[in-house]
């Protein structure tokens, strides 16, 4: 990210993501079924259909505010009433749908057949849908997932697997096709197999200095949310993954005077993305993980990879319908905390307070009181929105970040 020349990953990246949305377009224009889900949604029951595709609206307005047109979209939903406090993702979204996509990199998205949400990330995904529900006259079916306090109780995971059950038949009948436990199953091996790669590149951040960024692992999340149940996914992680590995052998290093070891919490700031590793960059400071990206895959209360022994497959999508930071308790996201601070070596931690997404942030206050009063470890808060760049100053974001590397040296001269 740091002004690195473009990888063979990063070209594949742009590839296979243009190449995805290319193929979304073109099957809904030929007649396959449509489905927009939240990103918590099991997708790859959609692969047990010949002719069903999917569409991630969150995962299409964190590109768009990557490219820089996220507060231009923000605005189009404002304009008809909907209040800036709104997370941006659904304001992105929602004003995208007012001109059908007219700013979007990727020309907006196909209209949906069918809206399936869930309400254990937000309730605020449920509500967002409804609009389109309304607006088009379409389905909405969503998915009661209960929120995470502890490791998923059996009954947690009857009453979710029910409810694909139900969202099967459902497909079946609006589409008028029959569900293959066979392509299933299949699916469900290829995001298992590109969830342990994604992980085998996460784990390189151990080394010291680190050969990746949090900024790496942001970038190329996008087909975990995508492109989830094809081999796409084992093989851009391989790809991702080697390249990193490289790094350490050529000793090509993205900080190369790695002085600040960093760990980030919440959403990634995805118009800031260049602008912000460039500059922690020049002060030798890396952001080597994040809870955002770690938890993919993962198991409750810790970002080590959900091991499944890859007999049903029904039991490892419910389970790991639960590896991702907002629905998780207080506890939960302090011991997957401090367990990342110990294996990734960290030197202090970033907690971006985000003006739209208030589930990751509500408890953020608590965390760092806690990993401060428990570990010691040096902590700032700073502000941000994860897509409206409306609501982030870089400078008092930079004021906060350049206290923190004040106050890590601080500690380091004390115990000198
Ligand atoms: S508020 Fe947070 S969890 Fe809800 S849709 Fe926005 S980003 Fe996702």
Same mark, same amino acid.
């Given at each position: ?195 342990? @790669? ?6 390189? /951040?151990?080394? =010291?200095?680190?050969?990746? $960024?949090?900024?790496? *692992? %942001? ?62 960059? @020049? ?6 993980? /994040?809870?955002? =990206?770690?938890?993919?895959? $993962?198991?409750?209360? *810790? %970002? ?113």
């Amino acid at each position: 990210m740091s002004g690195r020349k473009k990888s063979q990953a990063a070209k594949n990246l742009s590839l296979i993501m243009a190449e995805g949305y290319k193929n979304l377009h073109q099957r809904a224009a030929e007649g396959a079924f449509c489905i927009w889900i939240a990103i918590n949604v099991p997708a790859e029951v959609f692969e047990g259909f010949e002719n069903v595709v999917y569409a991630v609206p969150e995962s299409h307005s964190a590109m768009c505010a990557g490219k820089g047109v996220g507060p231009a979209m923000c605005e189009k939903a404002e304009r008809i009433g909907y209040s800036m406090d709104l997370c941006s993702y659904a304001r992105i979204d929602i004003g995208n749908a007012t001109d059908g996509g007219e700013d979007s990199p990727t020309f907006g998205l196909p209209k949906p057949d069918l809206l399936v949400s869930n309400n254990n990330n937000c309730s605020l995904l449920a509500k967002w849908f409804d609009v389109h529900s309304r607006e088009w006259g379409v389905p909405h079916f969503i998915m009661d997932v209960p929120f995470c306090y502890e490791p998923q109780q059996e009954k947690d995971r009857v009453y979710i697997t029910s409810q694909i059950n139900d969202l099967i038949r459902l497909i079946e009948k609006l589409s008028g096709q029959t569900f293959k436990p066979d392509r299933f199953a299949e699916a469900v091996h290829h995001t298992w197999k590109g969830f342990r @790669e994604w992980k085998r590149f996460l784990g390189l /951040a151990r080394k =010291t200095p680190s050969p990746i $960024t949090a900024f790496d *692992s %942001f970038v190329h999340m996008a087909p975990v949310l995508t492109l989830r149940g094809t081999p796409s996914l084992k093989q851009h992680y391989t790809l991702l993954t080697d390249e990193a590995l490289a790094v350490v052998e050529e000793e090509k290093y993205p900080v190369p005077r790695e002085r600040y070891r960093l760990f980030w919490d919440n959403i990634a700031p995805w118009h800031q993305l260049r602008k912000m590793s460039s500059r922690l960059a @020049e002060m030798d400071a890396n952001i080597v993980g /994040a809870s955002y =990206t770690s938890c993919l895959g $993962t198991i409750e209360g *810790s %970002f080590e990879l959900y091991d499944w022994d890859e007999s049903n497959p029904f039991d490892y999508l419910v389970r790991t319908m639960n590896s991702y930071m907002c629905p998780h308790g207080m506890e939960l996201r302090s011991k997957a905390m401090k367990e990342a601070i110990e294996n990734l070596s960290i030197d202090g931690v970033i907690f971006a307070s985000n003006r739209s997404c208030k589930p990751y942030s509500i408890t953020q206050m608590d965390q760092q009181k806690r990993i401060k009063e428990s570990l010691g470890m040096p902590a700032v808060m700073i502000e941000v929105d994860h897509a409206d760049a409306r609501k982030y100053s870089e400078e008092n974001a930079f004021l906060r970040i350049e206290a923190l590397l004040e106050t890590i040296d601080a500690k380091r001269n004390a115990r000198a």
